[in-house]
Every structure is written in structure tokens, then in C-alpha cells.
């Protein structure tokens, strides 16, 4: 069974110093791989990929 409020707390790192800094990280490993990979036709999905991401 899921917890109740699990993803309030996942959400709540992007006020942490660590989350600021995995978050972007994470946006741009995933994004130079797609555009290495394909070019920008893949960016959008990288978006929605880094914003479903677990990032912690």
C-alpha cells in the first residue's frame, strides 16, 4: 500500500541544497544523452523523464 503524502516528500528535496543540485544534474546528464543520441527531437521527453525522476 502507498504511503499517504510520499510525493509531497519527495518534492520537498527541491528545497534542500542537495535537491537543487540533483535536480539540474540529473536534467543535464539525461538531456546530453538524448542529444547526443538523437538530437533535440527527444528533449520534451527528457523533461517529463527528470520531472518523474526519484531524486532521492
Do not use: N
Not at 4 to 32: H, I, M, N
Not at 36 to 48: E, F, I, K, N, Q
Amino acid at each position: 500500500m502507498r504511503k499517504q503524502d510520499s510525493a509531497r516528500e519527495e518534492w520537498t528535496l527541491l528545497g534542500e541544497r542537495r535537491g537543487l543540485v540533483v535536480f539540474p544534474g540529473t536534467a543535464l546528464v539525461l538531456a546530453a544523452v538524448s542529444w547526443t543520441v538523437s538530437g533535440p527531437a527527444h528533449l520534451p521527453w527528457v523533461c517529463l523523464a527528470v520531472l518523474l525522476s526519484p531524486t532521492a
